[in-house]
């Protein structure tokens, strides 16, 4: 079975550009996270979705960031404009709706902004 | 506001030896988690605790859920170069809301 996939892996852009980082979730999977990683803050929790439906996005740094996920397969995270301090590891997780259960990772998409 | 706070950050240690990693929080989890991630990669689940004072087993790892669920520890046995990676602990609440510590980076030196 395929995992958690993300796309693009790597994207470099300059300031002020649009970027749309793209998660497919694992088939069957109810929840579905966002999480940004930097040397100096680790793994920050952005937003996450049960059943599609945003549950808590206190994560997400500013109006620059949004998140969408339009149907059980699919979810996006745009950042417009694009800023320097944005850089980071961008990583989905999915997991079924269980308290307990546990959270497989995407490769994750590395943005640079230049 | 939850808060995770890994120690130590940063461990480098010989083959053979046996180290403790820990994780603590003065919030009460429903759960918590270790993960590991090595470079690349995205983190990858190790264990869950779910019990107060829980202590679970895998092979030379042990972990262990603090009696309040508020902390937990990670022992390696006989450190070998195989265990390098980082080393992240999350909690999750009853909202299923799942936050990471910033994690302990762990070096064994041949």
């Known amino acids: 079975d395929a995992g958690v996939i993300q796309s693009p892996r790597h994207e470099v852009t300059e300031m002020g550009q649009e970027v749309t980082l793209r998660c497919k979730p694992i088939s069957g999977h109810n929840s579905l996270f966002w999480y940004r990683q930097t040397m100096m803050r680790g793994l920050e929790l952005l937003i996450y979705?049960?059943?599609?439906?945003?549950?808590?996005d206190s994560g997400m740094p500013e109006d620059r960031f949004s998140a969408k996920m339009p149907n059980a397969s699919f979810s996006t995270l745009k950042i417009q404009p694009s800023e320097p301090r944005d850089s980071a590891v961008y990583f989905c997780?999915?997991?079924?709706?269980?308290?307990?259960?546990?959270?497989?990772f995407g490769e994750g998409s590395r943005l640079t902004v230049l | 506001t939850q808060l995770l706070e890994q120690s130590p950050q940063f461990l480098s240690i010989q083959e053979g030896e046996n180290l403790t990693v820990y994780c603590n929080s003065s919030?009460?989890?429903?759960?918590l988690q270790w993960y590991r991630q090595e470079p690349g990669e995205g983190p990858v689940l190790l264990v869950t605790?779910?019990?107060?004072?829980e202590v679970k087993k895998l092979k030379r790892l042990t972990f262990q859920f603090g009696d309040a669920r508020k902390d937990s520890s990670l022992h390696i046995t006989a450190a070998q170069p195989g265990d390098t990676g980082l080393y992240l602990c999350?909690?999750?609440?009853?909202?299923?809301?799942?936050?990471f510590g910033k994690g302990t980076r762990l070096h064994i030196l041949p």
């Open positions: 997780a999915s997991r079924p709706l269980l308290v307990t259960g546990e959270l497989f």
């Open positions: 999350a909690g999750a609440n009853r909202d299923d809301k799942i936050i």
């Open positions: 979705f049960n059943n599609n439906v945003p549950i808590d």
């Open positions: 605790v779910v019990t107060g004072g």
């Open positions: 919030s009460v989890f429903s759960s």
